[in-house]
């Protein structure tokens, strides 16, 4: 059975996905049709206009529930963890995260990172939707005061003159004592259940594989990363990919819960 499957071209998502897109491992006789998007093309993927989307996707569980009709969550695949949060970052050191004034970019409305922003900063409202890899040079040449950074760029912003103002998933983790949700993959509610369970079950398991053989998946996961330095990308992965992307688990799943308000029964595909 051949599925459609957008992804997006992080390390994170690649290393995930290597081994079951690449002929590594036993895919259960499912095939894919792979698409590359930002995260915030993939968040629209999923709120568009029914049999329009994928049928698997990657998202930001941010907008999960405005796709959860159609869409709900595989409990493998998660970018969820501590110490991996969003940074709001800044050219200037003098500015400060109070200050309502400050122009934001911030990459997508849909994001987990733009989710965040809402319930931490309310008042910091003038924001501007970006490609999330453009946002330190934004900042950086003062086309906006701030910035929202995920994947490399929370990585790399020092090269950019930038300096912190205030990690977003460490003030998560103070407030709520919980790992922070960050990507999901997301089902087409309308496949079979047993095509969805298999989905779940191979891409599991080819998580299990990348960590077991890290060296066979740098070739893909290079090709597509924004930010080349072999050192990024080691801690890219290191840092979004982990024993929840495995399997979320309770702990996981309350951190979900918690962060969208909804129950887990509402969102998850068991």
């Known amino acids: 059975m051949r599925l459609s499957l957008a992804i997006s071209p992080c390390p994170n998502d690649t290393f995930m996905f290597d081994a079951m897109l690449n002929g590594r491992i036993d895919t259960e006789g499912l095939e894919f049709d792979v698409v590359f998007k930002d995260i915030e093309e993939l968040n629209a993927g999923l709120c568009a206009a029914e049999g329009a989307g994928p049928q698997i996707s990657k998202a930001s569980y941010a907008v999960l529930p405005q796709a959860a009709g159609r869409y709900g969550a595989l409990r493998s695949g998660s970018a969820l963890g501590r110490g991996n949060g969003p940074l709001l970052v800044a050219r200037d050191a003098a500015a ?145 990919v982990n024993d929840y992307s495995l399997d979320i688990g309770r702990v996981g799943t309350e951190a979900v819960e918690r962060l969208l308000g909804m129950p887990g029964s509402a969102l998850f595909l068991d």
């Open 96 to 240: 400060a995260s109070d200050d309502a004034s400050l122009r934001v970019a911030v990459p997508g409305m849909h994001t987990t990172a733009n989710l965040l922003m809402e319930r931490l900063f309310p008042h910091l409202s003038r924001k501007r939707a970006c490609l999330f890899s453009d946002i330190p040079g934004i900042v950086g040449r003062g086309e906006c005061d701030a910035g929202v950074l995920i994947h490399e760029g929370r990585f790399v912003y020092r090269r950019y003159g930038l300096v912190l103002l205030a990690d977003l998933g460490a003030e998560w983790e103070r407030v709520t004592g919980l790992p922070l949700p960050l990507g999901v993959i997301a089902a087409d509610r309308s496949l079979p259940s047993a095509v969805i369970r298999t989905v779940d079950r191979v891409l599991r398991r080819s998580i299990a594989y990348a960590f077991a053989h890290p060296a066979e998946s740098l070739p893909f996961v290079r090709e597509h990363a924004q930010e080349m330095d072999e050192r990024v990308i080691r801690d890219h992965i290191g840092l979004f």
